[in-house]
C-alpha cells in the first residue's frame, strides 16, 4: 500500500497509457483483423481502467485524509470520459477506420461517417459547437461556484467583497478566502484555470474563424 502512495503518479500514468493501447487495440482488432466481438473486450477494459482510476483516487483519500490535486486531476479525466471523452472516443473511431480502410483497400466509413466528418470540418459548424459548449461550461462553473459559496458563507452577501476584490486568489491560507476549506478553494482554483483555457480556446474559433 506504501508503495502505491509513494508512486500514486506513476501508477496513474500507467493506467491512462493502458487506457489508450487498449482503445487502439479496439480499432486494430475491429476493423484489421475483422473480430467484431473480440474487440469489445479491449472496450470493456478501457471501462474497468476507468473505474480503477476512480478507485487510486478514493483510495488515496482514504490513505492520506486530504483532498489533493491529485484527485482533483482523476476527477477532471473521469468527467471528461463520461462527456466529452464520448464523442472524442467517436471520432478516434472514425478516424481508424478511415486510416485502416484506406490500407486495406476496403470502405469501413458510412455515408453518415462521411457527412459527419465533413461538418466537423466546417469553421462554422465547429464556431458554433464550440460556443454551445464554453457557455455551458461556463454555466456549471457558476452553478457550482454558488454551491461551493453558500456552504461556505452565511450568506450571499458575504461574498460580495470576495467577488470585487479578487487579491486572495492564489493565497495559500484558506481563512482569507471565502471557501470554507482547503478541498473547495483547490477544487475552485485548477477548475478556474481549466475554465479560462477552455473559454478563451473555444471561441477563438468565433474570433480568428478558420478557412475551410
Known sequence: ???????QWEVFIGIEVLSLV????FGVVR???????RSLSFLFLFVLLLFLEAALAIFIYRET?????????????????CTFGISDFKKLDRWMRLK????????????????????QKDPKYIAKKYRYSSMI?????????????????????????????????????????????E???GISMVWGLVFIVDFMYSWSYTIFPSKQ
Do not use: C
Open 31 to 37: 476493423y484489421v483483423f475483422n473480430k467484431q466481438k
Open 100 to 119: 485502416i480502410g484506406n490500407w486495406r483497400g476496403t470502405e469501413l466509413l458510412t455515408e453518415k461517417d462521411k457527412y459527419v466528418m465533413k461538418k
Open 137 to 181: 461550461h461556463f454555466l456549471l462553473f457558476v452553478i457550482a461556484q454558488l454551491i461551493f459559496l453558500s456552504y461556505s458563507l452565511d450568506s450571499m452577501e458575504q461574498a460580495i467583497p470576495y467577488l470585487t476584490d479578487l487579491s486572495w486568489i492564489g493565497t495559500e491560507y484558506v481563512e482569507e478566502t471565502p471557501y470554507s476549506n
Open 65 to 81: 485524509g486530504e483532498f489533493s490535486t491529485f484527485q482533483i486531476v482523476i476527477t477532471i479525466f473521469v468527467i471528461y470520459a
Open 183 to 185: 478541498t473547495l478553494y
Open 22 to 25: 487498449s482503445l487502439l487495440l
Open 1 to 7: 500500500m506504501d508503495v502505491i502512495l509513494e508512486y
